[in-house]
């Protein structure tokens, strides 16, 4: 209904209508238009396997979040796909919506940053005591995790989502590594 009609000419009757609703139960599981459209809550790896990330998943920190986040990514399958364009073509149509969006994420961002603040000081814990110097590693490390992610789900979308998805992480670490040593 967004993707024909544009964000802002969609009202929440419509939705309603159109999902055959009430707006109360609209309101009870969306609570707006906007989280309607976007999503209730980022997508976040479970608690188990946010806790199996600080013990260590056998990779480097790096990649260990590769891994978690693209797990994500991968159980949400093709449907997903589909959705986070659809998503996307709305955002890019509609500038304050896509400014709402950045900042929903920044919660979901920050807590990314604290796993992996919690993954270094557990494989690191002689550092301990440098945790503003660990907190600006975590944060750089989650900022090229995003990046990598980012070419990897537009991969992933224009091609599918490869067989060996750990293989396609491993992959674009060593382009990434490269680029970096340049």
């Not at 929440?12 to 139960?25: F, G, L, N």
């Not at 999503?39 to 790896?45: A, D």
């Not at 790096?62 to 709305?90: E, F, N, P, Q, W």
């Not at 992933?156 to 674009?172: K, L, S, T, V």
């Amino acid at each position: 209904l967004v993707l024909e009609r544009g964000y802002d000419n969609v009202t929440v009757d419509m939705i309603c209508e159109a999902a055959s609703i009430s707006p109360r139960t609209f309101f009870n599981h969306a609570g707006s238009k906007e989280r309607a459209v976007l999503g209730i809550e980022p997508p976040l790896p479970e608690q188990s396997l946010r806790e199996a990330y600080v013990a260590g998943l056998g990779g480097s920190p790096l990649r260990d979040v590769l891994v978690m986040m693209t797990s994500v990514l991968v159980d949400a399958g093709a449907g997903g796909y589909d959705l986070m364009r659809k998503r996307r073509t709305i955002l890019e149509a509609t500038p304050a919506l896509a400014l709402s969006e950045v900042s929903r994420l920044e919660s979901a961002q920050q807590a990314m940053v604290d796993l992996i603040d919690r993954r270094l000081a557990a494989s690191e814990p002689a550092a301990r005591e440098q945790a503003e110097e660990r907190a600006r590693r975590a944060a750089m490390l989650f900022s090229i995790a995003v990046g990598i992610l980012h070419r990897l789900a537009h991969d992933w979308m224009e091609r599918g989502i490869p067989d060996d998805a750990e293989a396609a992480i491993d992959d674009a670490l060593r382009l990434a590594r490269g680029i970096v040593a340049e």
